[in-house]
């Protein structure tokens, strides 16, 4: 079974300070997603990597920034965290396609962060 | 990024009852995912589609790639208590794109 691993279930930070969100996978995936999650307004996503030191912005980078130095590990960062972040951050991982077919994303189970 | 139009947006049902949710979308995916959510917990994919006109259960549950391409529909057979939680659709396409729906908020009720 695919396993991904994100540190915290449930995190409280203060205003301004620097936050690191980190996700661990085991099955050798090439990409790495994460999301922030909001009532009303779903899964956006905020950066992805497809390779080891790769980044791309995603939907709503702003505030945040990201580190992939290992394949296996994803870390969000929140460079100075604001009461607009307070969310549910989700990490998830995936192979590339295989020919034709995509390959499904596979979730961890979520840091609930406030910020105060 | 976009959104895909998932209805309903909650549902109320008494357990054994059948339930049907879908998903569409204005843009053509090649491939269609069904998450489940249960509160508090990260999304768990239940069922994947890859050729438009596919149907493929999973248990009690099945889930179609419409031929149109642009939709795919869940149906999950005579509910249990368990079956609570937010159920994702998830279209891709070509270039590994995902776009997720906004959920569809089921409670069964005893």
């Known amino acids: 079974d695919v396993k991904v691993t994100q540190s915290s279930r449930y995190l409280v930070k203060r205003t301004g300070e620097k936050v690191f969100l980190e996700c661990v996978q085991d099955?050798?995936?090439?990409?790495m997603f994460w999301y922030r999650q909001d009532p009303g307004l779903g899964l956006r996503l905020i950066y992805f990597?497809?390779?080891?030191?790769?980044?791309e912005k995603g939907d709503i980078p702003e505030g945040y920034s990201v580190s992939r130095e290992k394949k296996e590990r994803f870390s969000l960062i929140l460079e100075s965290a604001s009461t607009n972040q307070t969310s549910m951050y989700l990490c998830a991982s995936s192979f590339p396609p295989q020919g034709l077919d995509n390959q499904p994303q596979h979730f961890g189970d979520g840091t609930r962060l406030s910020i105060l | 990024g976009q959104q895909l139009n998932q209805s309903p947006q909650s549902m109320f049902i008494q357990e054994g009852e059948d339930v049907s949710m879908n998903c569409t979308s204005s843009s053509i995916f090649n491939t269609w995912l069904w998450y489940k959510q249960d509160p508090g917990e990260g999304p768990v994919l239940l069922i994947a589609l890859y050729k438009a006109g596919e149907l493929t259960s999973n248990g009690r549950l099945t889930a179609q790639f419409g031929i149109t391409r642009k939709d795919s529909f869940l149906n999950i057979s005579a509910s249990i208590p368990s079956d609570v939680g937010i159920y994702f659709c998830?279209?891709?396409?070509?270039?590994?794109?995902?776009?997720f729906g906004t959920g569809t908020s089921l409670t069964v009720i005893p």
């Open positions: 998830a279209g891709l396409t070509t270039g590994n794109q995902f776009y």
């Open positions: 990597s497809y390779d080891v030191k790769m980044k």
């Open positions: 099955m050798d995936h090439e990409n």
